[in-house]
Every structure is written in C-alpha cells, then in structure tokens.
C-alpha cells in the first residue's frame, strides 16, 4: 500500500523531491551548523541590509544638496549684493518672473536708476526656454541676480525674504497665454492661483511687509461690450480659464490687503509686445511664419469682423510699471497682523488705440519686406475675445502714464531686434 507520502508526491517525482529535500538540509547544515551560527549569520545579514539603507540615503541627501538650486553662504552673498540699492530713496525689489518678457525688462529698468533688484523665475517650458537663458545672461551682465526657482517654494521664498529686506516685489510670474488654457489648465491654477497665494503668504509674513505691484490682465473684461474699459467696468465674464485666474487674483490679492494691511497694486496690461517678447503671441509667430514663408492663421469675428488688440509697447508698459512702485504706498502690517488700511489699486496699462490683426499682420510685412500668406479662419471658441480697447486716464493721472509708442513703431523696434537675434532664417532649412 502507498503511503500517505507516495500519494501527495507520486512515484518518480516524489523520491526526487524528497531525496532533494534530503539533499538541501545536508547544504543547509553544512553551511549554517548549529543555532547560533545561524543567528549570527541572521545578524550580519541584518546588518549589511541596515548599511545598504543609509548608504542610499546618503547618495540621495547628497546628490540633493549637490543639485539644490539655491542655498549656502555663497547664495545669500549674491542675494544681497543684487539687492544693494545705489541711490538715495531707491527700492530693493524681488522681481517674479524675471526671465519672463516684461520681467527681464523691468529688472533692468529698475536696476539702471541704482534699485537693487533680485529676480526669481523657474525656466519652465512653456515657450523656448533658451530665450529665458539670454534674457538671464543680460540681466546678470548688469548685477542682478536671478534664482532658479518656483514661486510655489515656500521654503525658497521663506528664505529670500529672510536674506534681505524687500521694499517692494514685483510680481510677474505667471502662466501666460490665452488660448493655451484649454490644453493645460492646471498650469494656470498653480501658478496664476497657489503660486501668488503661496508669495503673498510670505509677503503678509514679513516684516517688514513690502509693497506688492503685480501682472493682472485686460483679459478680466471679457465679453465686455462697453469700450474702453475703464477700471470699475464690470469683469464678471471671462471668456478663458486664464482670465478667471487673473480675476481670481484680483479678488485673493484684496483679501490680503483688507486682512495683513498689504500695499496692492494691479496691473492689466493690454497685449504687450516688444524686443525680446513672447514666442507664443501672434505678432512673435506671425513674423517667425512669414520671414519661413509658411501661412499664418488670421482669426475673424462674428460677421467676419476683424479682431482687434490694443497692443502696448514694452517700454510703455515698464514705465507703467516703475511708476507703479514709486507711488505704491507703504504696507502697514508687519509680521502677519494689520495696523491700518493700505492701498489697494487696479490700473490699465493700455495703449488706448486699438488695431485691427490684419493690420498687424500689413505692418510687418512692410517691417520685414517679405509678404504673409494669410489664412483666415472663424474665431474658434478658445477663449479670445474680439477687441480690447483700455482706458487709460486713471493710470495717466495716478502714475502719469502715458503711452507713447504706436504699433508700427514699436514693431519696427521688434522685427530689429527679431532679425538680429534669429537671422533671416531662423527655423529654415538650409539646402
Ligand atoms: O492682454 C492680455 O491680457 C493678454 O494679451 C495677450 O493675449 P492676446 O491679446 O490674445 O494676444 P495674442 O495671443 O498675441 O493674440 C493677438 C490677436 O491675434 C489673434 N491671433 C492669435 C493667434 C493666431 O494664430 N491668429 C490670430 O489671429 C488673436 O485672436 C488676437 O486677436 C497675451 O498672450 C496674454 O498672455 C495676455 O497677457
């Protein structure tokens, strides 16, 4: 009769396995011998797991801290060499943004009359980040230190604001560009949203507090029909996600001011073009297709109306913007608690003359002598508005703003600029 241990392991395979099982325990004992062998083996085995663990972790802390991109003595030195002011009565701004189109210019204007400027801005990729580079190489030609950072590192800003005294930050950092809403929404709420509250809570922190000017957007008047649009017009209906974030921060930037005492000023700038500009914008690619011979897509309105911009020039706009912070007024809160009312204002930076898109796209077929093959299309619903027009007396009589550059010079200025950093055939291929 089999056994019971022939039946679970039948006949040939059985014997192998338990001839195998034989086989093991001999090698077993063999290597272990007794009890407390065993246990010393189980020691030493412990032991080398526990030295592999921390030797990982320290590659990891180490490799961190060898690629951290900010931090140290060193660090802090060129922090506040950068915010040194050189003028009686002048600023130490932070500048968000600082590699962006508007803030490369501002840093640059504020660090030429002797205000020490510190710029911060993360490289990310939504357009070319070689342009951000140059931009950075400029601005470090001329003293001013830019960090590699995000604004949404509370840490990081923590820690700026502890190296150095800000008067005022400029902020421009942000996730720009109308239509691009619609492919990466995200993008806008962590930066247009959790990226100025994440600023804002270190500015209502420090002490002392400074004075905030910021990007807003003319997008924030929407499907307004009332032209121009003044400031106190309603901006109720955004037509894109990314004008909902820059109202949105109209709103949270209020709070912070009606609740920490922080001087506020908001900017709405009106499609802002220029040397060393956004790739993304239509007068940026417009001119990059053209000069490659390739169709540029015209949008058209309802009834095949013409769309219409009030594009501003840079350099008005960085006047608008220094003015901003001469007259910003101070904050009155220090170390997160309120003493009084602070200032709180909203400004138009327009160039109050709207053009027409075609017209713009005739005025660089002049600028580069080369002719656009244009293709018009229906406005798709992406979240342009037909026209914008600003009105601009408030910021006149305010900050004495006054625009003084019409499209056809200012983008002459551009394509110059264009041409000598590109070449003639940039992004062509050379036969
Ligand atoms: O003032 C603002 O607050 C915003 O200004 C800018 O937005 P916009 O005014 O939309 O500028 P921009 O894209 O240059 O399109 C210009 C015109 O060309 C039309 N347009 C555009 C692309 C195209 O392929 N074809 C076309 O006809 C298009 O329909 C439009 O009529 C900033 O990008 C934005 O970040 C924000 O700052």
């Not at 904050?331 to 027409?356: C, D, E, H, Q, W």
């Not at 264009?418 to 055939?425: A, C, E, M, Q, V």
Request: proline share 4%; aromatic share 12%.
């Amino acid at each position: 009769m089999p056994s019971l241990e022939d039946e679970l392991f039948p006949s040939t395979p059985g014997k192998f396995k338990i001839d195998r099982a034989h086989t093991m325990n001999r090698h077993f004992h063999r290597c272990f011998g007794s009890t407390s062998t065993m246990f010393l083996w189980a020691l030493f085995l412990v032991a080398l797991t526990a030295s592999y663990l921390s030797f990982q972790s320290f590659v990891y802390t180490g490799s961190r801290y060898l690629t951290a991109s900010w931090g140290g003595i060193q660090w802090e030195k060129q922090i506040r060499h950068s915010a040194q002011i050189h003028r009686s009565n002048g600023m130490s701004v932070l500048v968000t943004g600082a590699a962006g189109f508007v803030g490369s210019h501002v840093s640059l204007a504020l660090k030429k009359r002797g205000d020490g400027v510190v710029g911060i801005d993360n490289f990310n990729n939504y357009y070319d980040p070689s342009l951000k580079r140059a931009r950075k190489s400029l601005l470090n030609n001329q003293g001013i230190f830019i960090v590699e950072g995000d604004i949404n590192d509370a840490r990081l800003i923590a820690k700026l604001f502890d190296t150095v005294a800000f008067t005022h930050v400029m902020h421009l950092a942000a996730q720009a560009g109308v239509r691009y809403a619609m492919e990466n929404p995200h993008s806008y709420v962590h930066s247009n949203i959790a990226g100025l509250v994440t600023l804002l809570e270190a500015c209502k922190s420090a002490n002392p507090q400074p004075s905030v000017v910021w990007a807003s957007s003319s997008s924030v008047y929407g499907l307004n029909e009332k032209v121009p649009f003044s400031e106190s017009d309603r901006t109720d209906q955004p037509a894109s996600l990314y004008a909902a974030t820059k109202k949105a921060g109209e709103e949270i930037t209020h709070t912070y001011n009606h609740i920490y005492g922080l001087s506020i000023t908001g900017l709405r700038f009106f499609t802002v073009y220029g040397p060393w500009g956004r790739p993304d914008m239509a007068y940026f690619s417009f001119t990059r297709n053209i000069l490659q011979g390739k169709p540029i897509t015209v949008y058209r309105g309802k009834d095949r109306a013409d769309l219409a911009r009030d594009f501003t020039f840079i350099d008005d706009i960085v006047k608008g913007c220094v003015g901003s912070l001469d007259t910003s007024g101070k904050s009155t809160g220090s170390g997160g608690k309120k003493r009084g009312p602070a200032p709180y204002r909203i400004f138009n930076l327009g160039n109050t003359s709207p053009v027409t898109v075609p017209t713009l796209v005739s005025l660089l077929e002049r600028h580069l002598k080369v002719k656009a093959k244009r293709n018009f299309v229906d406005m798709p619903g992406n979240g342009d508005v037909p026209f914008t027009h600003a009105n601009i007396s408030l910021a006149h009589r305010e900050l004495g703003y006054k625009p003084t550059t019409d499209l056809a010079t200012g983008l002459k200025k551009f394509v110059k600029w264009y041409l000598s950093y590109y070449g003639y055939n940039h992004g062509k291929a050379v036969n």
